[in-house]
């Protein structure tokens, strides 16, 4: 494969998916100068990598390569996955339709900062689903989990945004609770 | 059913990531358990709050920018010596009648080319104009198909049957007109989760056609139905697309 060859089909195949990994980064980062970084130094890389490219779906590949070099540029590690693995997933009960027409009514500046404040270990596959609108299966080769993590970390992510949700709207300081259930600490 | 088995599927519930057996096993439950159900309303409010905030980001111009300044640098470097061939002037003729030939033979085969495959290029230039058009090229941009549907009267000579499929993952966004083989056609734009899909639709095709094919890494589903044929056109993954046409009537 020539070099103009290559660029044609990185450009056809990965380089589309731009704002998917743009999008991831950002979400990653919670910095626009971070997240143009970040990005450009994975699509670099994806081009390096892009005569080992051997699947079909280029956004899935990208965005692992998103997830991977974050995890090692600021050398932080995913959290152990047995914690969330094994703990069976307890949601909160719902207490009623104010809060479900709270919850519908929310300003959008109010659930961008919610998800924001979700540990990263959330945050990713709430915005993989949620705004790139990948499948579980797409997610679970992204973050290299199985399927039912996807799915209990989706619902955990879920548990976690609609308590700090509903505790900022209703304009209380219980930000801090919501921040100490999210990092589980 | 038990709620704590219930409490596990629900997000896979909201997400259509169930397969039939396990939803009709949790609608089963869900009909008899106020709580769960109550839940349930809660995680789809949650996803509505979520998905109407329009939270994703794009890539801003400069990185587009400083990304493909850095990929095409390596490309300067091998372009000239082959060109020196032809200062050689036999190898000049014999090099012009091989490309002569050469587009000869491509102008043949594009004569060829099926009519379907022409088509569905044309579906796709479309598509993908539409994508980099303000709000993705929609001229009647609504979800109620009362307002669609009685915008395309008096531009083009014939109504198209507007059909919305929220409770499918399938939202109208809207319509507009575009031009393909040749005649003023309806574009249908629906929307699944941050994809977009292009219906085009005209009636009374000269040929019927029906498949499926690939296109620039979209996916084309089309197919005729009572005297009217469909393009549809999209990003998303070829068996959500498929469920489309199948709620459309293929």
């Avoid at chain 1, 080769?141 to 308590?163: E, F, I, K």
């Avoid at chain 2, 159900?37 to 789809?44: H, I």
Wanted: glycine share 6%.
């Amino acid at each position: 494969m020539d070099h103009q060859e290559k660029l044609q089909k990185f450009e056809r195949q990965v380089l589309r998916h731009l704002d998917s990994a743009f999008n991831l980064a950002r979400w990653f980062t919670r910095n626009q100068d971070d997240a143009k970084d970040l990005a450009q130094e994975a699509l670099l890389r994806a081009f390096k990598a892009f005569d080992r490219f051997e699947g079909d779906d280029g956004r899935v590949w990208l965005l692992t390569i998103i997830r991977n070099l974050y995890y090692t540029s600021v050398s932080r590690k995913p959290q152990e996955q047995t914690v969330f693995d094994e703990e069976i997933h307890s949601s909160t009960e719902f207490s009623g339709s104010p809060e479900v027409s709270l919850l519908r009514n929310a300003e959008a500046q109010a659930v961008r900062q919610s998800i924001e404040e979700l540990a990263p270990e959330f945050r990713e596959p709430l915005v993989l689903r949620e705004l790139e609108g990948l499948s579980y299966k797409e997610i679970a080769t992204v973050m290299d989990v199985p399927l039912g993590t996807v799915m209990s970390r989706l619902a955990r992510a879920r548990d976690h945004l609609r308590q700090s949700l509903i505790a900022a709207l209703k304009g209380e300081t219980g930000q801090k609770e919501g921040q100490n259930a999210v990092s589980g600490k | 059913m038990q709620c704590q088995e219930s409490k596990k599927i629900l997000d896979a519930y909201v997400d259509n990531e169930l397969d039939l057996m396990q939803s009709v096993a949790l609608e089963g439950h869900l009909a008899g358990c106020a709580d769960c159900a109550q839940n349930l309303e809660g995680r789809r409010a949650i996803r509505t709050a979520v998905q109407n905030a329009n939270l994703r980001y794009t890539a801003p111009p400069e990185l587009v920018k400083g990304v493909r300044k850095a990929l095409r640098l390596p490309e300067e470097k091998n372009a000239s010596p082959k060109w020196l061939w032809f200062k050689n002037a036999a190898w000049g003729f014999a090099s012009a009648t091989a490309v002569f030939v050469l587009v000869a033979a491509v102008i043949g085969f594009w004569f060829h080319v099926p009519e379907d495959q022409k088509i569905a290029k044309a579906a796709t230039d479309d598509y993908i104009r539409s994508m980099m058009m303000e709000n993705r090229g929609i001229d009647v941009a609504s979800s109620d198909k009362h307002t669609v549907k009685p915008w395309f009267n008096g531009k083009i000579s014939f109504s198209p049957e507007v059909l919305s499929f929220d409770d499918r993952g399938f939202s109208l966004a809207g319509g507009r007109l575009d031009f393909l083989e040749n005649q003023t056609v309806a574009t249908l734009v629906y929307k699944r989760n941050q994809h977009f899909i292009n219906v085009f639709l005209y009636p009374n095709p000269e040929n019927a056609h029906e498949g499926e094919r690939q296109e620039r890494g979209y996916d084309i589903v089309y197919w005729a139905k009572d005297g009217m044929q469909y393009w549809a056109v999209s990003d998303l993954n070829l068996p959500e697309l498929q469920q489309l046409a199948q709620l459309l009537g293929k």
